[in-house]
């Protein structure tokens, strides 16, 4: 075989590396993702949250990362809380993306198919368990910042594109209302409670508006909080915003009521038990001590078949009710009492 000379090979090595950086740009270039192409944007609090929570200073009450915590589907840890996937990692799946990566994973920049911003113990309010979680008006400043590269990277024009057919997301508002009660907060002897909750509702249609102005156009909502009116609060917000925003299309799915017949009738839904946790102590193993490193209590115990259970610990699902409320989700009937206006997959489509 001849021997290559040096310079040929220099030269080989030239249009290999050129015709990557070609590659690489090109895939960037909206004019060559899939037409069909739709990112996942996702806002809110541990029942989204991928694993935020691992890279901020707070503490393993709105934490996830030790075991059992993902001990069914990753065999590890992630950040999530409960044994697997949750709600949002299932909708990815069914939108053909992904798992969503948290913004702050380390090296994550890779922003095409969608950015998972929610955090554990987040509320609408600024106020709400602040100091330990990234809340909402945060998680708003995080989104700007992928905005303003994906601009960069596609262009105007390939941006506006993208950003017009992303779904955004979101479940919030819960803890506003349990920090209250957790807390020594004195916030409601200063409010009434309609009034708090025209401040959550608030926070959280500036949040929307402003997606709005970046160019988001289609939304999903979980009513998950059993607080007063909060469900009906938010539903007609909603409303509001689809007469005023011009193009605004929304998904309103009622987890709230659904979750509570899968609690009361869990053999309808293939669970043996519906109110004891998985993974706890105490009575229904109620005490949120599941991995022994919460409130300094290193008792804990630990279910042999989670897929049995529709509570993981105290407060959140297991990997099979967040599949089921994810199939819901995704395929429910439009305007049924699952459903507001559209389903996700109607989002996706449209």
Not at 10 to 33: G, I, R, W
Not at 44 to 69: E, K, R, V
Request: with cysteine.
């Amino acid at each position: 075989m001849a021997k290559l000379s040096p310079l040929f090979i220099l030269l080989f090595l030239h249009l290999v590396l050129a015709s990557t950086s070609c590659e690489s740009t090109t895939y960037k270039s909206k004019h060559y993702l899939p037409k069909t192409h739709v990112a996942l944007f996702i806002f809110g609090d541990s029942f989204l949250d991928a694993g935020n929570n691992n890279y901020i200073n707070t503490t393993t009450l709105d934490q996830a990362n030790f075991w059992p915590y993902g001990e069914t589907f990753f065999g590890f840890p992630t950040g999530r809380f409960s044994d697997g996937r949750l709600i949002s990692d299932f909708i990815a799946g069914y939108a053909n993306l992904p798992l969503i990566p948290p913004f702050l994973q380390p090296g994550f920049r890779h922003y095409y198919d969608g950015v998972n911003f929610a955090s554990s113990g987040a509320g609408a309010l600024d106020e709400t368990f602040q100091g330990s979680v990234i809340d909402l008006k945060t998680q708003l400043r995080f989104y700007k910042k992928v905005e303003a590269r994906l601009r960069q990277k596609l262009g105007s024009a390939g941006a506006e594109v993208t950003l017009s057919k992303a779904v955004y997301l979101f479940s919030i508002g819960t803890n506003d209302y349990m920090s209250t009660f957790l807390t020594s907060s004195t916030i409601l002897s200063t409010y009434s409670k309609s009034e708090y909750i025209e401040m959550v509702i608030g926070n959280l249609t500036a949040v929307i508006k402003e997606i709005y102005t970046l160019g988001g156009r289609k939304f999903g909502f979980m009513n998950l909080p059993e607080f007063g009116c909060f469900p009906g609060a938010l539903s007609k917000q909603l409303m509001k915003l689809e007469k005023q925003l011009k193009g605004f299309k929304y998904s309103l799915y009622d987890l709230n009521s659904c979750l509570r017949q899968i609690v009361n009738h869990p053999s309808k839904y293939g669970f043996k038990e519906g109110k004891t946790a998985c993974c706890g102590t105490g009575k229904f193993r109620g005490v949120h001590s599941c991995g022994g490193k919460r409130m300094g209590i290193k008792e804990y115990n630990l279910c042999e078949n989670p897929n049995e259970y529709v509570y993981w610990d105290s407060y959140h699902l297991t990997e099979n009710v967040y599949k089921q409320l994810a199939d819901q989700m995704w395929r429910g009937t439009a305007n049924s009492h699952t459903v507001g206006r559209y389903n996700l997959k109607d989002l996706f489509l449209a």
